[in-house]
């Protein structure tokens, strides 16, 4: 069974910071690309970023593009999203997904940006 468990979500200022955390069981992360996305509500689910299995390669949604970083760690089955930057619109609840269309996803953290 897939399990994914997002962490590190949290109210933060606008500017500020924050570290995402996904830990991963029930298939080869390794041999997996993975993605991050998000969503408000009302609004449909928005891809941000995405990684290559073995971590070679990153792709950014254009608003989050030299803000956020995607990164893994596969010794630890751990998938992480470094935030800089922060803005109040990316106030969202953020989820990691398996693969780099549709997949499974954990449920979700909580990033609240506040000014």
């Known amino acids: 069974e897939v399990r994914l468990l997002e962490s590190g979500g949290e109210l933060a200022d606008v500017g500020g910071s924050l570290r995402l955390s996904c830990t991963a069981s029930g298939f080869p992360f390794g041999q997996n690309g993975m993605s991050w996305v998000r969503q408000t509500p009302g609004k449909e689910l928005e891809w941000i970023a995405r990684?290559?299995?073995?971590?070679?390669?990153?792709e950014y949604t254009e608003s989050v593009e030299g803000r956020f970083t995607i990164s893994r760690a596969n010794v630890n089955n751990t998938l992480y999203l470094q935030l800089n930057s922060l803005k109040t619109e990316d106030t969202a609840m953020y989820y990691c997904?398996?693969?780099w269309g549709v997949g499974e996803r954990g449920p979700g953290t909580l990033v609240i940006v506040s000014s």
């Open positions: 997904q398996r693969g």
């Open positions: 990684i290559s299995f073995d971590g070679g390669q990153a």
